[in-house]
């Protein structure tokens, strides 16, 4: 069963990953691992593929850290969603074939650790039961995520998308 992972606002890069996990710095196979290590350590023991971020406004702020979002991606997180993102992180999180979502009603209506289902090519989200209509993706940012990334996305294409 995958879950909700709830978050507040302004959750930064350094949150997502502290400086002194980076990648550079430690085996990159032990990444997903240090996801939310010192903010929310029950995540990075805990968290498994297909569960669902959801968090409130500005998701991503800091840094322009990339392995903040690759993180999230080795750990399996299916999908986050939050009123707004970061620019940067939301370009790196595309990039990297992670698919975000913006919605107010689901960032104030979801629950800490219930169930959740994400039908991403049905365009809903169930949590805890209840069902939402996620918002559509434009068409080059669905490419890119069901290519698993901008790299796969070219390696098969050869080319961007657009």
Not at 46 to 60: K, Q, S
Not at 121 to 139: E, N
Request: proline content about 7%; glycine content about 12%.
């Amino acid at each position: 069963m995958s879950r909700v992972w709830k978050f507040g606002a302004n959750v930064d890069t350094d949150q997502i990953v502290p400086g002194r996990y980076a990648p550079y710095l430690r085996p990159n196979e032990d990444l997903g691992k240090a996801a939310f290590i010192e903010a929310r350590p029950e995540f990075a023991e805990h968290a498994e593929p297909g569960d669902v971020i959801v968090a409130d406004r500005n998701f991503g702020c800091g840094s322009s850290r990339e392995y903040a979002p690759l993180a999230l991606r080795k750990r399996g997180i299916a999908a986050v969603v939050a009123p707004s993102f970061a620019r940067i992180f939301y370009r790196n999180a595309i990039n990297l074939g992670i698919p975000l979502f913006v919605s107010d009603r689901i960032a104030l209506e979801a629950q800490d650790g219930e169930a959740v289902e994400l039908d991403r090519a049905g365009g809903r989200i169930t949590l805890g039961g209840r069902g939402y209509d996620l918002p559509a993706l434009p068409s080059f940012t669905r490419d890119i995520i069901d290519a698993g990334g901008i790299v796969n996305f070219v390696k098969a294409n050869g080319r961007f998308p657009g």
